[in-house]
Structures are given as C-alpha cells and as structure tokens.
C-alpha cells in the first residue's frame, strides 16, 4: 500500500512562488511515475506536470515555464515549484503515483490559494 502525503500548500500572493512536496510511502517509488494535478472550484481535476522514473517530464500549457517538478528517489519524495503565481491557479494540489502496472495512488491534496 502506498500513502501520499502533500505539503507546502497555503495562502500566496500573485506573483509570488511556491513549493509544494509529496512524500511517499513504499517502495516502489523510485520505478513509479509521479504527478502532481490540480482541481480549482467547479472544474475537474487537471495535470499540472508529471516526472517519470527515469526523470522526463511534462507540465501543463497553463504552468509551463513557470514551474519546475523534480523527484528525490532516495528521500522517496516529488516537488514542484511554481512562479509567477496567478490567482486562476488557486486550487488543491493533488499528488499521484502511477507503478510500472498502471496501478495509481492520489493523495488527500493540499490547498493552495493565491491572492491579488
């Protein structure tokens, strides 16, 4: 069973940066993709940028080339660092663990606000 347990969420002023952490339980981290998605008020869930096993990643249109995810295999956890903060990306942050099988995990996501 894995347990993903985001951090670094909270109140933020546009323009501003954040840096959001998801720990991971488990040992299938290091061979897993990771995720990080968003869900804002009444909109469905999206991605906002994924890092896969061996470290390629993908962002969003919406937060590409403001926002960088990266991955710590020996400390099992994923960041992502996000500047220029708008107020559209006010919303929970949600982390996701996908295995080599195409089994997924969400955690329980972490809030993020950002004011003007």
């Known amino acids: 069973q894995v347990q993903l347990v985001e951090s670094g969420g909270g109140l933020m002023q546009a323009g501003g940066s954040l840096r959001l952490s998801c720990a991971a339980s488990g040992s299938m981290f290091s061979s897993s993709a990771m995720g990080w998605y968003r869900q804002a008020p009444g909109k469905q869930r999206e991605l906002v940028a994924n890092i896969g096993s061996g470290g390629s990643t993908n962002y969003a249109d919406s937060v590409k080339g403001r926002s960088t995810i990266s991955r710590d295999n020996a400390k099992n956890t994923v960041s992502l660092q996000m500047n220029s903060l708008k107020p559209e990306d006010t919303a929970v942050y949600y982390c996701?663990?996908?295995?080599?099988?195409?089994?997924?995990?969400w955690g329980k996501g972490t809030l993020v606000t950002v004011s003007s």
């Open positions: 996701k663990l996908v295995t080599r099988v195409g089994i997924y995990y």
